[in-house]
């Protein structure tokens, strides 16, 4: 049913997101001293799916990142172009990424490091700088997908949790009219008990007057 109810959501929600991300090219400063050109994606997904994404997309790649400075991930001495699923570029790269999330929205930094500082960027290498750009855009439904997913598990789980409320309210309903259907055969059977024992009452009155 989740799935369906996926699909369903994908194939009416992504044409309303088209308007909703952008790629260029930025600047990813690391610290005072350090800073990195980059290409970017804004988005208006939390950055937890915007980074789960990215890191499924690379994993997928067999690429394995680790922490680097200022919350970045880096990909060192990747086969370049990997990523952009282009493998008859056999030179080598590093790949750093970093998403930072303000006011609801994500932007995801994508630096392409040659070596030695060389960043790939439109002016310096137009060809690839255009592909980096490319795997950007290429994400975008697979990082809505990912936020969707998330967004059905925890409905899901509210929708569950009102279940069991309503079971719970149906259940005490059930009891509380089984104790009122239990009362009324109280009330019946003591009532025709003291009509009983008034008439035997009346009857001992009328021996002695």
Do not use: P, R, W
């Amino acid at each position: 049913m989740k799935k369906v109810i996926l699909a369903l959501v994908c194939a009416l929600g992504f044409g309303a997101f088209a308007n909703a991300q952008t790629v260029g090219e930025g600047t990813l400063q690391i610290d005072k001293k350090t800073s990195m050109s980059a290409f970017t994606l804004q988005i208006n997904v939390a950055k937890k799916n915007v980074e789960e994404t990215i890191n499924a997309k690379f994993k997928a790649q067999k690429l394995s990142g680790k922490g680097g400075k200022g919350g970045t991930t880096e990909y060192n001495n990747v086969t370049f172009l990997d990523i952009f699923t282009n493998t008859a570029n056999g030179n080598k790269c590093n790949i750093i990424t970093k998403v930072v999330e303000a006011g609801g929205n994500s932007t995801l930094y994508l630096v392409v490091d040659k070596g030695l500082g060389n960043y790939v960027t439109t002016s310096s290498d137009a060809a690839n700088a255009d592909l980096a750009k490319q795997f950007l855009t290429s994400i975008v439904k697979d990082i809505y997908k990912t936020e969707l997913t998330h967004q059905i598990e925890d409905q899901t789980k509210v929708v569950e949790k009102a279940q069991k409320t309503l079971k719970a309210a149906e259940d005490a309903k059930a009891k509380l009219e089984k104790q009122l259907d239990n009362a009324k055969d109280d009330i019946t059977k003591a009532n025709a008990d003291l009509n009983a024992q008034i008439q035997k009452l009346d009857e001992l009155k009328a021996k002695v007057f």
